[in-house]
């Protein structure tokens, strides 16, 4: 082990000092970026259908869009095959229903 001297352990703590002093700024700047950035995107699909009476007349009824590509019976909206076999695999793996078992009946891009 070399000589300790007193300037170097002075030099040691002042790094650490600083590095606590960072995470303490890191952990009050984060929340507040992170509440900038939500306050500016659009509402996500929970927030637009809020419960509660609404005083907006019904829309009429549009029509359907013609799927762009129908692979099967999964009807493909803006999604190119590629895209949805991995959507496919990613349901099939996260809720643990084999593929074989699944039934999609289309996939759309939002």
Same mark, same amino acid.
């Given at each position: 082990?070399?000589?300790? /001297?007193? $300037?170097?352990?002075? @030099? &040691?703590?002042?790094?650490?000092?600083?590095?606590?002093?960072?995470? !303490? =700024?890191?952990?009050?700047?984060i929340p507040?970026?992170s509440?900038?950035?939500?306050?500016?995107?659009?509402?996500?699909?929970?927030?637009?259908? /809020?419960? $509660?009476?609404?005083? @907006? &007349?019904?829309?009429?009824?549009?029509?359907?869009?013609?799927?762009? !590509? =129908?692979?099967?019976?999964?009807?493909?909206?803006?999604?190119?095959?590629?895209?949805?076999?991995?959507?496919?695999?990613?349901?099939?793996?996260?809720?643990g229903?084999?593929l074989?078992e699944?039934?999609?009946?289309?996939?759309?891009?939002?």
């Open positions: 082990m070399g000589n300790l /001297s007193g $300037g170097s352990f002075l @030099v &040691a703590l002042s790094g650490i000092v600083i590095v606590f002093i960072m995470l !303490a =700024v890191l952990c009050i700047v507040i970026i509440k900038a950035v939500q306050s500016l995107q659009k509402p996500s699909v929970s927030q637009r259908s /809020s419960p $509660g009476p609404r005083n @907006v &007349a019904p829309a009429a009824p549009a029509a359907a869009p013609a799927p762009a !590509a =129908v692979t099967g019976d999964v009807a493909l909206f803006d999604v190119d095959e590629k895209t949805a076999a991995c959507i496919m695999a990613i349901v099939s793996h996260e809720t229903i084999p074989s699944l039934i999609f009946k289309a996939i759309k891009a939002i």
